[in-house]
Every structure is written in structure tokens, then in C-alpha cells.
């Protein structure tokens, strides 16, 4: 069975770093053709993709926050980090980590974490 | 371009059929993906590459295309379908993914 969980802090301050981690199961980094994708959604919108690293340590990143995201692996612990620069209010959201497999053009995510809520406040 | 374009909401009444469509520059040269979501919950897959089926997801979800316009059908629309709809690809160079706006689906 395929589980990913993602942990980090609920409550960050403006201008303050996030780090999300994404501890998973039931899949290896190490195999071909596998990724791991981070997606945000704030509160009543959409999924917007983030950023995503493959088995290959190949790394990709969403154009309009690429200054701001990094994205790693560690394979030795099935973990998978984000983090996010400068964090503002419009920032806050439920952030979700979820599998992708280089199957298709473009990939799909499935399955997803439970996600974790954050807020960006003062 | 990169935009995928949903309409924001839709009803149907129990029984019959739903088709939610996405509409996008990058069809039909890339593949659609589509995510159902429920109050509180992730989302999860329902249809991959344009028409398949994830093991677990019931017969009634079915996709389809037509030049640059991708559909999803509901047919026999149960009452636990109410739910968010998503569709997923990515900009025409697949160097970034990309979600559709949703369409909310409410069952009379």
C-alpha cells in the first residue's frame, strides 16, 4: 500500500521560510520513472502545482515560484523536502505531497497525502 | 498557453448524466487527468490518460476528447458524487503542470 504524509509547521510568519516534509511508503526514489510532486490549494480554490524531483534527482519547479521553492530528496529516509521562501498571507493553504511515475505526457498524481493546512499570519 | 478552463458549477438530479468539460490549447497533444474532491478531503484520481480508469473507480466515471476539449461523464449520477472536479495536464512543453480551474458538481 502506497501512503505519503506530509509534516511541517501550521503556523508561519510572514517573510519566514516553510519546510514541508513528505514522509512516504510503499514506493522506493531509487526506482525509474518515479517522482514525488508538492500541489497547494488555498482555502475555496484550486490544486496548483508547486514544484516536483524524480528518481534522477531531476527537479522542476513552478514558473511563478521558482525564485522562492527547493525542492530535495532523501532516499534513505523516503523523504521528500520543500521549502518556501518569504512565505506571505496569500501563501497560506492546505499543501498535499502526492506520487507521480513518468508513465504519461504529462505525469498524474495518485496517490495524494492527507495534506497539511497552513497559515501565514502575524 | 497553459489555462485550463472549467465551468465553475453544474446540477444534476440522481440518475442522470453529468459531463464536466476542460477545456485547453494543449489538447489533444497532451494528456488529461481528472481528480475528484470532497469537502475536507484530497483529491483523488478518477480518470487517467484522457480514458482510463484506476482500479476502484466506479464504471460510471468515463473520459473522453474531442479536438481541444476533454469531458468527463458521470452517467447514473449517485448522490456520492457530489463533489469538486479537476482536471490536470501541463503547458504544451511539459515543463510544468497545471490544474483547471474545478467544476463543482452538486446532485439534486
Known amino acids: 500500500q502506497i501512503t505519503l504524509k506530509e509534516s511541517g509547521p501550521t503556523l508561519v510568519r510572514p517573510t519566514q521560510t516553510l519546510t514541508l516534509t513528505c514522509t512516504f511508503s510503499g514506493f522506493s526514489l531509487r526506482t525509474n520513472g518515479v517522482g514525488v510532486g508538492w500541489i497547494r490549494q488555498p482555502p475555496g480554490k484550486a490544486p496548483e502545482w508547486l514544484a516536483l524531483i524524480y528518481w534522477s534527482d531531476d527537479k522542476r519547479y513552478s514558473p511563478s515560484l521558482q525564485t522562492r521553492l527547493t525542492i530535495s530528496q532523501d532516499t534513505s529516509r523516503n523523504q521528500v523536502v520543500l521549502t518556501m521562501t518569504n512565505m506571505d498571507p496569500v501563501d497560506s493553504g492546505t499543501y498535499y505531497c502526492?506520487?507521480?511515475?513518468?508513465?504519461?505526457?504529462?505525469?498524474?498524481?495518485?496517490?495524494w497525502g492527507h495534506g497539511i493546512l497552513v497559515t501565514v499570519s502575524s | 498557453s497553459s489555462e485550463l478552463t472549467q465551468s465553475p458549477a453544474m446540477s444534476v438530479s440522481p440518475g442522470q448524466t453529468a459531463r464536466i468539460t476542460c477545456s485547453g490549447d494543449v489538447f489533444p497533444l497532451l494528456y488529461v487527468h481528472w481528480y475528484q474532491q470532497k469537502p475536507g478531503q484530497a483529491p483523488i484520481l478518477v480518470i487517467f490518460k484522457d480514458t482510463e480508469r484506476p482500479s476502484g473507480i466506479p464504471e460510471r466515471f468515463s473520459g473522453s476528447t474531442s479536438g481541444t476539449t476533454v469531458t468527463l461523464t458521470i452517467s447514473g449520477v449517485q448522490a456520492e458524487d457530489e463533489a469538486d472536479y479537476y482536471c490536470q495536464s501541463a503547458d504544451s512543453s511539459s515543463v510544468f503542470w497545471v490544474f483547471g480551474g474545478g467544476t463543482k458538481l452538486t446532485v439534486l
Open positions: 502526492a506520487l507521480s511515475t513518468m508513465a504519461a505526457r504529462p505525469d498524474w498524481f495518485d496517490p
